[in-house]
């Protein structure tokens, strides 16, 4: 550090001598010796200085010295032999903190009076009894105590009281009421608080008990807001820009495929689905431009729910056929009137409407040509046109009936056309799932807990 830029006690003065460093250099030990006042070694660096009240040189001196469970400090004195102008002011040595500090002292005593401060040029100071605070940078920074940060403020405020008396009266008078109260306080008529607030983390309150706990101290460590870092100087980081997510609900995905029926090169187009009331879907469609075929499957989004589903409608009007339906790989489709029962995996997963699963029912019964071919049993063929006629009735709603899912995975859905509130012709049903049916979806064999005790001795 130049000595120019360490000499500026009140009014900046111009050095004309060495560098701290290089009159300390001769010094044996650190550079930043713990305050002591019996440490004889420790003296300050005289160095002359220009004077900008009577522009004569006068005499600045420096003082690095650390302070006994803080940090490193410079403390510097001007004076003029010429004009008695001088002053006194201290700088940290260490840059910064990252957070500001906060020091509440409950002052009860003389002992408390006498507690050294150090407090920065960036240091708010308040009594909450008074309702007095010393704005940050409107003053010098100080290595003073308690009872010398109050005679400092009334200090300053008796400074231009003559002339205040002379114009404003009852400004004056006012001022004057205030400034005994702050010597009231001097004497320990009433206990009082002290804070001192400094966003650069550089401020300090003794702790006499140190390396003990202080009970009638609280230090209070926080993140400074963007406006005191401006205030400070530093350059407020900008928020880190969080990696725009991609909505995949908005965006309908493409991968190359080929075609189940042709085998020719075709693109399947998968999207992701919220359903309302439910969950997330995954809906895929192939369409293949070579031979026409087109197919649609549904994926779950989520995971095996705890609880199997039984979903239960009656099918009293046509309007019931417009309901969105989700019927997974792992749903069953009963019928009892048509003593109808479509197992696991038929048909896949598919994501469409109450009427739009039952034509792919009749389709899936009526295209079969082992049941309805040439060389299939009359009495058979006669039932399944049958079968397919009432299907058709229920479709046109000239027939009711019960349709029912059994989903052991949970993951089938049903719309309810009335929610939130219940559906009167619909019933949900949560149940257990039996060994078998969580043998058929493989449940039994997975391991999601403590399998890497079970590993351990193959690796």
Request: hydrophobic share 35%; charged share 25%.
């Amino acid at each position: 550090m130049s000595a120019s830029g360490a000499v500026q006690p009140g009014h900046p003065g111009a050095a004309v001598g060495p560098s701290p460093a290089a009159a300390a250099s001769p010094a044996t030990g650190p550079l930043f010796r713990p305050l002591n006042a019996e440490d004889e070694e420790q003296q300050p660096t005289e160095i002359e200085s220009l004077c900008m009240n009577c522009y004569r040189n006068g005499t600045t001196r420096l003082l690095l010295t650390k302070i006994p469970f803080f940090r490193e400090i410079i403390v510097s004195s001007f004076s003029c032999e010429h004009c008695g102008w001088n002053n006194t002011e201290i700088q940290s040595a260490g840059r910064i903190q990252d957070q500001g500090v906060r020091y509440t002292l409950t002052v009860r005593s003389q002992e408390d009076m006498n507690r050294e401060v150090v407090k920065t040029d960036s240091a708010t100071t308040r009594i909450p009894e008074l309702d007095f605070e010393i704005p940050a940078f409107s003053q010098k920074g100080a290595l003073t105590t308690v009872e010398g940060l109050i005679s400092r403020a009334i200090s300053g405020l008796e400074q231009d009281q003559p002339t205040r008396r002379a114009v404003e009266g009852a400004i004056a008078e006012r001022i004057d009421e205030f400034i005994g109260k702050l010597k009231d306080l001097k004497q320990m008529a009433s206990p009082f608080t002290l804070i001192i607030d400094d966003p650069s983390g550089n401020s300090f309150v003794e702790n006499p008990h140190a390396p003990q706990k202080d009970n009638a101290l609280v230090i209070t460590y926080y993140e400074r807001t963007p406006q005191q870092a401006e205030m400070l100087g530093l350059q407020a980081e900008a928020p880190e820009e969080k990696a725009e997510e991609e909505d995949l609900r908005n965006e309908v995905l493409q991968f190359n495929t080929n075609c189940p029926e042709c085998n020719a090169p075709a693109q399947t187009n998968m999207k992701l689905v919220q359903i309302p009331h439910f969950k997330e879907v995954i809906i895929m469609a192939t369409n293949c431009e070579n031979c026409g075929h087109r197919t649609n499957e549904v994926k779950s989004g989520g995971a095996v729910e705890p609880l199997g589903t039984r979903i239960t409608l009656h099918i009293t009007d046509p309007s019931d056929m417009t309901r969105d339906l989700l019927k997974s790989e792992t749903c069953s489709v009963e019928i009892p009137e048509l003593e109808f029962e479509l197992g696991m995996a038929v048909l896949g997963g598919k994501f469409t409407t109450l009427e739009g699963l039952l034509k792919d029912i009749r389709e899936l019964v009526t295209k079969n040509p082992f049941t309805l071919g040439d060389s299939s049993n009359p009495g058979q063929a006669e039932k399944l046109q049958e079968f397919s006629q009432k299907v058709g009735q229920i479709i046109e709603g000239k027939m009711k009936a019960h349709f029912i899912m059994d989903d052991p995975a949970g993951n089938s859905y049903l719309q309810n056309v009335y929610a939130p509130e219940d559906d009167p012709e619909m019933k949900v049903e949560r149940y257990k799932r039996t060994f078998d049916q969580n043998e058929e979806l493989g449940l039994n064999d997975m391991k999601t807990e403590g399998y890497e005790a079970g590993l351990a001795p193959q690796r």
